[in-house]
C-alpha cells in the first residue's frame, strides 16, 4: 500500500505541476505531464505491490526529517545563487553555514532519537561515499552540458528553442546508451576501470565544443560526453546500493538522491561562475572556458573515484 501511495503521489505531482505551469505562449509545452502523469498513476495504482501485511511499522522522525530537509534546502539554496551573487558574498556564506550547522543538529538528533531516520554509519562506508561522490560529479556535469550547450546552441550558433531541444535528443539518447552499455560490462570489469575510461569518454567530449567551432562538432562532443555520463551513473548507483542490506536500500537510495539533488545545483553554480562573460554576452569564449573547466573536472573526477571505488 505504501508503496502504491508513492508512486501515485508522485505521479500526481506530475500532473498538477503540467497543470500549474501550463498556460498561454510557450508554457503551454507543460500540459504534455497532464496525460503522462494520469497514465502514471492509473499504472501505478494497479502495478505496485501493497506492501506485507504485518511489516514492521516504525514511527517518522518528523523533527529529523525537518533538520535534514531544511539543511539541504540551505545548501542548495546557497549554490543556486553563487553563480549570481558570488561565492563569498554574504548571503551565500550565511546560508551555508546554516546548512552546515543545520546538519549537525540532525545528526545529534540521529543519536538521541528512539527511532532514527537514519544510520548514520552508513555513510562512513566506502561503497556509499564513493558512489555518492561519483553521482554529484555526474549529476554536475549532466547539467554543464545542458547548460552550456543551450547557451552555445542558441546564443553563439543563433538556434531556436525548437531548434535547440531537438538537438538534444541525440545527447538523450546517447546518455541512455551509454548507461546500457555500462550495465552489461560492469559484472566484468568492475566500477574502477569502467568509472575511468567514463570519466575520460566525458573529458574527450567536452573538449569538442571546448576547442572547436561549429554546430555539429558541438552536438557530437555533447553527445558523447553523455554517453560517459550515462556509464558514470550506473557505476555510481551499483556501487553506493550494491553493498547494502536490503532494509538499508531505502536509506542508501535517498542519499544518492539527495546529492543527485547536490550535483545539479553544484554544477549550475560553478559552470555559470566560470562561463559568466561568455554566457551573458553570447560570446564563444566565456562557454568553451565553461565546457573545458568541465572536461578537466570530469578527468579529476576520474583519478579519484580510481582511489575511492571498491576493487569489484
Sequence with gaps: MWSALSGGGAAIGVLLGGLLTGGPGWPWIFFINVPVGAALLVALVRLLPAGVVGADRRRLDLLGAALVTAATGAVISALVGAGDRGWTDAATLVRVGVGVLLYVAFALRQRTAAEPLMDLRLLARRAVRAGTFLVLVATAL????????????????????????????PVALATMAGSQLAGTVLGRTGGRPLALVAAVVVAGGLALPATLDGTLVSVVGMAVAAAGIGALF???SATALGRVAPHEAGIASGIVSTFHEFGAALGAAVVSSVA???????????????????ALTALVAGVIAVLLLPRR
Design 142 to 169: 549532466m547539467i554543464a552540458v545542458f547548460f552550456l550547450g543551450s547557451f552555445l546552441l542558441q546564443r553563439v550558433h543563433g538556434l531556436g528553442p525548437v531548434a535547440t531541444g531537438l538537438l538534444f535528443l
Design 234 to 236: 550506473v557505476v555510481a
Design 276 to 294: 559568466a562573460a561568455g554566457v551573458a554576452g553570447g560570446a564563444a569564449s566565456g562557454i568553451e572556458a565553461g565546457f573545458g573547466f568541465a
